[in-house]
């Protein structure tokens, strides 16, 4: 599975963006699939996940309320729907995907449960 993350940009304090990230391959929609984030000098942290089927979703309790994940199966891609930013939401999003259904095991959370990862893709919050 490749994973290909795209929509980051500049945006100002209380703004939007939506991220995309686009899988290969036919198997998409048995992944259970995760957003992390890596800000400057600090470690990758867990923004949220979403089940295989859309239906379950979790999320970092900062992001609760403000971050939507989706997913559209027919078309291989992975959302997330970011809304009021905050300049510490600044980081490298990265898009990933479980294939060995650990997260649903052991924790959506841990970054070492997912085993594909896309390039990241790079979200400035300005104050």
């Known amino acids: 599975v490749q994973l290909q993350a795209c929509g980051g940009g500049l945006v100002q304090a209380g703004g939007s963006l939506r991220l995309s990230c686009a899988a290969s391959?036919?198997?998409?929609?048995?992944?259970?699939m995760g957003w992390f984030r890596q800000a400057p000098g600090k470690e990758r942290e867990f923004v949220g996940a979403?089940?295989?089927?859309?239906?379950?979703?979790y999320y970092k309790n900062s992001v609760k309320g403000r971050f939507t994940i989706s997913r559209d199966n027919a078309k291989n891609t992975l959302y997330l729907q970011m809304n009021s930013l905050k300049p510490e939401d600044t980081a490298v999003y990265y898009c990933?995907?479980?294939?060995?259904?650990?997260?649903?095991?052991?924790?959506?959370?841990?970054?070492?449960?997912?085993?594909?990862w896309g390039q990241g893709t790079l979200v400035t919050v300005s104050s």
């Open positions: 990933t995907a479980d294939s060995r259904r650990r997260a649903r095991l052991y924790g959506y959370s841990d970054s070492g449960n997912y085993d594909y």
């Open positions: 979403i089940n295989w089927t859309g239906g379950t979703t």
């Open positions: 391959g036919r198997t998409f929609s048995t992944y259970d």
